[in-house]
């Protein structure tokens, strides 16, 4: 073959390897078996997404761990003798940890991927992570992943802070993998709603939005605080379009054996939530919206 017949196969080869925008291709890539695969790229971010948080570990892990202590104390000794739950099966303030607990995992979740995407973007620093042969699958789960283990590490450090409160009989699950499950379910849903949520997004006003208008209300609207037995008919109802309250009373489930609902469910619902935004995500990044400017 003649150097200019090779010179017009690599100009060919790369004017594909390009978008006519000139950055870099997200499409999926599956591996030669067919399934996707997860290389050094996802490793790499992964490993930057946990020691980002790691690094800050007093502002990201300890700070939400404290703050959860305050709503324990205030709430435990406000209510503890004025609410009963469950038909005063489970004293309030054991009633009360694993909704702490489960709400720390989620607002932490949704933080970590949400403010790691969207500091990237205001700072310019996405075209390192775009350019790079890393596919779309790897980016979600790296920054998924990422958003799990600092939700959980929250989760952990608010729960063993919790059994001075209660005893560790009282604060040891009888069913530990309800709660493995739940936390891990949770954490997903919320890292992938952040993830979408930073890629949206374009400033910080933007992202407040969905910290102010949806994760905050319907946290705080779950249950919690309470047992929804203990609202009238129209909030009880009201609370069963409220996917956050699946997460957390399947979550309590575990803890207790006892639920408002069926933990199985629960479980139904906490999957749908898992695939649902992991699709959108997923084609959100594939596509390269609001990524590629």
């Known amino acids: 073959m003649s150097d200019a017949a090779n010179r017009d196969l690599t100009s060919s ?7 006519g925008d000139g950055s870099s291709s997200l499409a999926l890539r599956p591996s030669s078996s067919g399934a996707l695969a997860l290389g050094p790229g996802f490793k790499a971010l992964f490993y930057k997404e946990c020691l980002r948080f790691w690094k800050v ?27 009963k739950v469950y038909d005063g099966r489970v004293a ?13 995992v989620l607002q932490n979740a949704f933080a970590n991927s949400s403010s790691s995407l969207i500091q990237s973007k205001m700072m310019r620093s996405i075209i390192f992570v ?34 001075p ?15 493995i499950g739940f936390a891990a379910g949770g ?33 705080f609207l779950s249950g919690v605080f309470y047992s929804i037995h203990s609202l009238p008919p129209f909030w009880q109802t009201l609370s069963h379009f409220n996917p956050f309250f699946y997460m957390i009373d399947g979550f309590r489930y575990g803890f207790f054996g006892i639920a408002d609902v069926s933990p199985w469910r629960s479980l ?26």
Not at 130 to 159: D, K, N, Q
């Open 187 to 219: 954490s997903a849903i919320l890292g992938t709603l952040g993830l979408i949520a930073g890629i949206w997004s374009e400033k910080f006003d933007h992202l407040a939005v969905f910290q102010n208008f949806i994760i905050m209300p319907l946290t």
């Open 92 to 104: 309030y303030t054991a009633f009360l940890i694993p909704g702490l607990v489960m709400m720390a």
């Open 268 to 293: 139904a619902v906490v999957a749908f939530f898992v695939v649902a935004l992991s699709a959108i995500a997923l084609r959100m990044l594939a596509t390269g919206y609001k990524l590629r400017q």
């Open 57 to 83: 570990a007093f502002q990201t892990i300890v700070a939400p761990v404290v703050t959860t202590l305050l709503y324990l104390l205030i709430f435990s000794h406000v209510l503890e003798s004025n609410v």
């Open 13 to 19: 080869q790369a004017s594909q390897r390009h978008s």
């Open 130 to 163: 775009l350019l790079p042969p890393i596919t779309s699958f790897e980016l979600f789960c790296a920054y998924v992943f990422g958003a799990m283990v600092r939700g959980l590490a929250v989760g952990l450090g608010v729960w063993l802070i919790t059994f």
């Open 165 to 179: 409160f209660v005893g560790a009989a009282a604060a040891v699950p009888q069913h530990p993998f309800w709660v």
